[in-house]
């Protein structure tokens, strides 16, 4: 894979970098045709062009604000010559781990007898647990050269796993995002 997707610690940028065939991964032809890259988010999409790829890494940072929200599943692609050359998916969850410290901070405040307290801890364990899971499945997603339908299935796994998160932390969340 010659795509690297990560975030600020904010979720305000997403950075990619795209890594040249020189370090042995296949990808993008240094000094070739301009990489063509699509930052989407269900049906909104940022799209650069970088025409000077004599390097070895191209890299670029994007708001994360593509569709009005910043947090989510974000796929990347990457063009060369109208050739798929790189893809990678990334989920962006400040939101939820926002609302994980914010039970965690209830959590603090019981005393540890209480029963309510294992209610809080069960919940706060179980966003972990979806969000953690959802990044797993997209870090992973694109190894195997996986079909176009497997990688839907895999990128729709994880989007389901971060809005259930998103549920359960309704209403919980005391950190403005």
């Known amino acids: 894979m010659s795509v690297i997707v990560s975030s600020t610690a904010d979720?305000?940028?997403?950075?990619?970098?795209?890594l040249s065939n020189s370090y042995g991964l296949g990808g993008v032809q240094p000094n070739a045709e301009p990489l063509q890259i699509k930052v989407s988010q269900m049906d909104s999409f940022f799209e650069y062009t970088v025409s000077n790829t004599s390097?070895?890494?191209?890299?670029?940072?994007?708001?994360?604000?593509v569709g009005g929200?910043?947090?989510?599943?974000?796929?990347?692609?990457?063009?060369?010559?109208?050739?798929?050359?790189?893809?990678?998916a990334t989920l962006l969850a400040c939101?939820?781990?926002?609302?994980?410290?914010?039970?965690?901070?209830?959590?603090?405040d019981?005393?540890?007898?209480?029963?309510?307290?294992?209610?809080?801890?069960?919940?706060?364990?179980?966003?972990?647990l979806l969000i953690k899971s959802a990044e797993s499945q997209l870090d992973t997603?694109?190894?195997?050269?996986?079909?176009?339908?497997?990688?839907?299935?895999?990128?729709d796994s994880a989007r389901e796993k971060y809005e259930t998160a998103q549920?359960?932390?309704a209403g919980h969340c005391g950190c403005n995002c």
């Open 11 to 18: 979720c305000q940028n997403i950075v990619v970098r795209v």
């Open 110 to 128: 019981c005393d540890c007898d209480c029963n309510k307290c294992s209610e809080h801890f069960v919940e706060a364990q179980k966003i972990f």
């Open 141 to 155: 997603a694109y190894l195997d050269n996986p079909t176009l339908s497997q990688i839907h299935a895999i990128i």
């Open 55 to 65: 390097s070895d890494v191209v890299t670029i940072v994007t708001p994360s604000q």
């Open 69 to 88: 929200d910043s947090h989510g599943v974000f796929m990347v692609e990457v063009f060369q010559g109208g050739n798929v050359v790189g893809k990678a």
């Open 167 to 169: 549920d359960m932390c």
């Open 95 to 108: 939101d939820i781990l926002c609302c994980i410290a914010s039970k965690m901070e209830e959590l603090l």
